[in-house]
């Protein structure tokens, strides 16, 4: 059974920072791109920022440059470090991971339980 745990959400004053990890275990074979997405209340889920085994990186526009995204593949882990956090960053943060479960089967999308950041003024 794969399980991916986020751990790092918490209350935040706006400007503050915050780090969230995301650890994948279970049997694995490989894993290839992995990810944050948010969803605040009323809104639909939206990619926060990606990257690939190799360490390709991708942003939506309204944290470029103030997020980062970056991985430790022997760890099977992603982390996401958010700096200069405003009001609107405040969401459900979701790690999501393609995972290959051992050869011959294909990548699946697999997703945490979320974890909560909350930013105040």
């Known amino acids: 059974q794969v399980q991916l745990v986020e751990s790092g959400g918490g209350l935040v004053q706006a400007g503050g920072s915050l780090r969230l990890s995301c650890a994948a275990s279970?049997?694995?074979?490989?894993?290839?791109?992995m990810g944050w997405y948010r969803q605040a209340p009323g809104k639909q889920r939206e990619l926060v920022a990606a990257?690939?085994?190799?360490?390709?990186?991708d942003y939506a526009d309204s944290v470029k440059g103030r997020f980062t995204i970056s991985r430790d593949n022997a760890k099977n882990t992603v982390y996401l470090q958010m700096n200069s956090l405003k009001l609107e960053d405040t969401a459900v943060y979701y790690c999501?991971?393609?995972?290959?479960?051992?050869?011959?089967?294909?990548?699946?999308?697999?997703w945490g339980q979320g974890t909560q950041v909350t930013v105040s003024s």
């Open positions: 999501n991971a393609d995972i290959l479960l051992r050869l011959g089967t294909r990548f699946s999308a697999y």
């Open positions: 990257i690939t085994r190799s360490g390709s990186t």
């Open positions: 279970g049997i694995i074979f490989s894993i290839g791109s």
